[in-house]
């Protein structure tokens, strides 16, 4: 049996998570700050203890749905803003237009292996790792003989020209 691009691929993913923070990001030592607004300006979880969550979610998700609502720390995995985002890209065009593309390469490539013809929907959700270039994990949905389907797509981008679809895939289901 041909062994898939992305077995085993969770196993190691975890350990390429890094904390990248400033120590002012997370209390106010302002004497001039009211104790409400220093409330407001202190996160949750400590760094290291935000780091464990992190770190977790990567490594349960395989860097797919990670939830950064109660996460005030910046890491190498951050999430794509798909409608107001300019983070990757430059005015008028919004972030979501090049996870567009990307998951219509993605899908493409999918067809080409599977011998399918699915299309590509709409984009859900997208986390980027920035490491040597970017990784972006991403999950849209797609259409196969009328029924939707979800689908994740890791795609390694460095430029436009060097973009290459590390894998594609339906997205596999919520372990119980």
């Known amino acids: 049996m041909m062994e898939m691009p992305w077995e085993n691929f969770g196993k190691v993913l975890a350990e390429v998570v890094e904390l990248m923070y400033y120590d002012s990001d997370y209390e106010s030592e302002s004497e001039l700050d009211s104790p409400k607004l220093k409330r407001q300006k202190r996160a949750l979880y400590t760094p290291e203890e935000e780091f464990e969550v992190i770190r977790d979610q990567v490594l349960k998700s395989e860097g797919f749905d990670v939830d950064f609502s109660n996460i005030r720390c910046e890491f190498n995995f951050s999430p794509v803003d798909l409608l107001h985002g300019n983070k990757l890209t430059k005015p008028p065009q919004k972030d979501g237009y090049l996870i567009n593309m990307f998951c219509n390469m993605a899908v493409e490539e999918f067809n080409k292996f599977y011998g399918k013809k699915v299309e590509f929907v709409e984009a859900h959700k997208a986390v980027c790792h920035f490491q040597a270039g970017r990784k972006f994990y991403i999950t849209f949905q797609g259409r196969e003989d009328n029924q939707l389907q979800l689908y994740q797509a890791m795609i390694q ?18 372990a119980m």
């Open 157 to 174: 981008y460095h430029s436009i020209k060097l973009t290459q679809v590390v894998f594609c895939r339906p997205k596999p289901p919520k």
